[in-house]
């Protein structure tokens, strides 16, 4: 739950970022465009307001809170299952980064398709795609209908590969006790 609701609040920031990267990536295609992420963010914000900003943030919300679904009690089942009595914290922490790796690549690739839907909701340069999408099942209905199945799935390993090792940091972090350390708050002993 409090994993679930961390999400909700990362994506008011995350959302605008991930709109501008995407559009950055796209002007970037485009001979001698020097356009800035300042310069897309205002123009942006000029022609739709606020929400051109915060365009897809429901299928993020999806994406972000089916990730934290699979990711969080995969890595509870896995700490609960690999932990052994006689392990130093040296193998405890080694586990740890193990799992979390397992679960951060296992929750990313099975996710993927609403990442892929997303990226195709906030490409909102004209003339970049024939193929306008209106929504989150129209976005499926029209990628499945003029690509295929499998097209859910482009950028899953290197997802995968990208975000496996990033959970494995931020869960032994958490781990080493770098949070509390930081505010003074006595780490709970398991």
Known sequence: SSGINAEYGQIVITTPMELLKIQMQLASQVPGNKTTA??????????????????????????DVSFS????????????????????????FLKTLAVASFAGASASGLVTPFDVVKTRIQTVTPGVSAVTYNGIPDTFTKV???EGFGALYKG???RMSVIAPLMAIAQSVYFIGVAEMLFGVNQKKY
Do not use: W
Request: positive net charge; contains cysteine.
């Open 38 to 63: 300042l310069q897309l963010a205002k123009n942006l914000f000029a022609e739709k307001g606020l929400r051109g900003l915060y365009k897809g943030t429901v299928v993020t919300a999806l994406r």
């Open 69 to 92: 679904c699979v990711y969080f009690p995969l890595v509870g089942i896995g700490c609960q299952y690999l932990s052994g009595e006689g392990d130093d914290k040296l193998t405890s």
């Open 144 to 146: 499945i209908k003029n």
């Open 156 to 158: 899953c390993v290197p």
